[in-house]
């Protein structure tokens, strides 16, 4: 059972580049969501899921586009790369969209914008 | 929107010192959980608490959940170099709702 598996752990990118950061689940989770964690910061959910097929914006979406075609997968797209958009991304899933069940992390990618 | 404030931001502690984070939230909550983070890695979930005033402990963690479900706090007893990290707490302010993460608390210990 893996969880919840991220890929790439890190890159590096240029101004202007666009690139997918790709989340699976092998939990069945129904919700999925994206979060950015920047130092002193915590966690700011960028996008979430309630299930395949529904996406909405969390609190920081700008930059960032996301779709869940399936329930095992959550992209996220960076269109145009910025150096704001240099942080450690997590995703997370929990069983369903009520929130009072825990989350479960991935290990995260380190992403850098030059 | 709904803002969790997580106090403080830092606490450096000798060894077998005592340990408390503070959360508050501008809304009540439905429910807060509790999430610990080592260095480098991703965090982990410790608790949810989800009646008011309701105390929870795991050995040495105490975890408090306000009477008006608006703040809550975690207590670590005679601190070892294993509770090294960060611990976030996350607020939910509708069962149906996205959970909100504190900025966190970043806890070193000095053996």
């Known amino acids: 059972n893996a969880g919840v598996t991220q890929t790439p752990k890190f890159q590096v990118l240029k101004t202007g580049q666009s690139m997918t950061l790709q989340c699976a689940q092998d939990m069945n989770h129904e919700y999925m969501s994206w979060y950015r964690q920047d130092p002193g910061m915590g966690l700011r959910l960028i996008h979430y899921?309630?299930?395949?097929?529904?996406?909405d914006q969390g609190e920081v979406p700008n930059g960032y586009n996301v779709s869940r075609s399936t329930t095992e997968d959550f992209p996220l797209r960076l269109l145009s790369a910025a150096p704001s958009q240099t942080s450690v991304y997590f995703c997370a899933s929990r069983r369903t969209g009520i929130g009072n069940q825990p989350q479960h992390f991935g290990d995260g990618t380190r992403l850098s914008i030059l | 929107g709904q803002q969790v404030m997580q106090i403080p931001q830092y606490q450096h502690v000798q060894e077998g010192e005592d340990f408390t984070t503070y959360c508050n939230s501008s809304t009540t909550l439905s429910n807060i959980q509790w999430y610990k983070q080592r260095p480098g890695g991703h965090p982990v979930f410790l608790i949810q608490l989800v009646k008011s005033g309701e105390v929870k402990k795991q050995k040495r963690l105490t975890f408090q959940f306000g009477e008006a479900k608006k703040n809550s706090s975690l207590h670590i007893t005679a601190t070892q170099t294993t509770d090294v990290g960060t611990y976030f707490c996350?607020?939910?302010?509708?069962?149906?709702?996205?959970?909100?993460f504190g900025d966190g608390t970043t806890l070193t210990v000095k053996p």
């Open positions: 996350a607020g939910t302010n509708t069962n149906a709702g996205k959970s909100t």
């Open positions: 899921s309630v299930g395949a097929g529904i996406t």
